[in-house]
Structures are given as structure tokens and as C-alpha cells.
């Protein structure tokens, strides 16, 4: 019984630590003591991907549109 409560108290810790911002800073200094912090490539995150691929569109729609670039 005493795990479950240990979790419930984790959980509204994690909760209340991600909603004031410092859940992530507090993240970063353990698994840089702990040695396994890794840095996202910035130039990444942001860039546009190498190729487009268009949405396929159902048949229905597509006869939708026929219809409005004929009249």
C-alpha cells in the first residue's frame, strides 16, 4: 500500500513541477549528474522537410471538385 501512495505523491510532484516550469531544469541537472544528458541538434527542430507528399483525396471529393471547375 505504501507504493501506491509513493506513486500518487510522485505523480502530483511531476504534475505541479511541470506546470511551474521547473520540471525540466530540475530533469536536466540530474542526467547531467548522472552523465546521460544529450542536446538536441538546434538547426533540426525547425527545419522543413526534404520532400512534400500532397493528402490523397477520395474520390468524392474529387468529383466535388471536377464539379466546381467546370461550372
Given amino acids: 500500500m505504501t507504493w501506491f501512495y509513493f506513486h500518487c505523491v510522485l505523480a502530483v510532484v511531476i504534475i505541479i513541477a511541470d506546470h511551474n516550469g521547473t520540471l525540466e531544469p530540475t ?9 546521460i544528458r544529450t542536446e538536441v541538434v538546434p538547426d533540426t527542430i525547425d527545419s522543413t522537410p526534404p520532400y512534400y507528399i ?5 474520390k468524392k471529393d474529387a468529383k466535388k471538385d471536377d464539379k466546381k471547375e467546370k461550372s
Fill in 54 to 58: 500532397p493528402p490523397i483525396e477520395e
Fill in 27 to 35: 530533469l536536466n541537472k540530474f542526467e547531467e549528474s548522472l552523465g
